[in-house]
């Protein structure tokens, strides 16, 4: 069973940035499709960004032109740049792996955009 593990979260100041990773256990994981979700508690997750094999991405339209999504297939990771953030940017922060019949899910990694 692949597994995903997120990191890079923390507590930044409005207009900071951080770069969030996820590790991937499987080593075909360049083939699949990758993504980043967001959630805040009592909201539904939120899709930010995708990455395809190819490398092709598309941004949810609150988060393009300031988060930039990556992967380093030779590490297995994927990675999210958060640019020029905002107090509504705080969200525990998933990965996705997209498989036939499934999506996996990482455990989270929490960001608190606040001064």
């Known amino acids: 069973q692949v597994q995903l593990v997120e990191s890079g979260g923390g507590l930044v100041q409005p207009g900071g940035s951080l770069r969030l990773a996820c590790a991937v256990s499987e080593t075909n994981a360049s083939f699949n499709i990758m993504g980043w979700y967001r959630q805040v508690p009592g909201k539904m997750r939120e899709w930010v960004a995708t990455i395809s094999p190819s490398r092709s991405t598309t941004y949810a339209t609150s988060v393009k032109g300031r988060f930039t999504i990556s992967r380093e297939n030779a590490k297995n990771t994927v990675y999210l740049q958060l640019n020029s953030l905002k107090p509504g940017d705080t969200a525990v922060y998933y990965c996705?792996?997209?498989?036939?019949?499934?999506?996996?899910w990482g455990q989270g990694t929490q960001v608190t955009v606040s001064s």
């Open positions: 996705s792996l997209e498989q036939s019949l499934s999506r996996v």
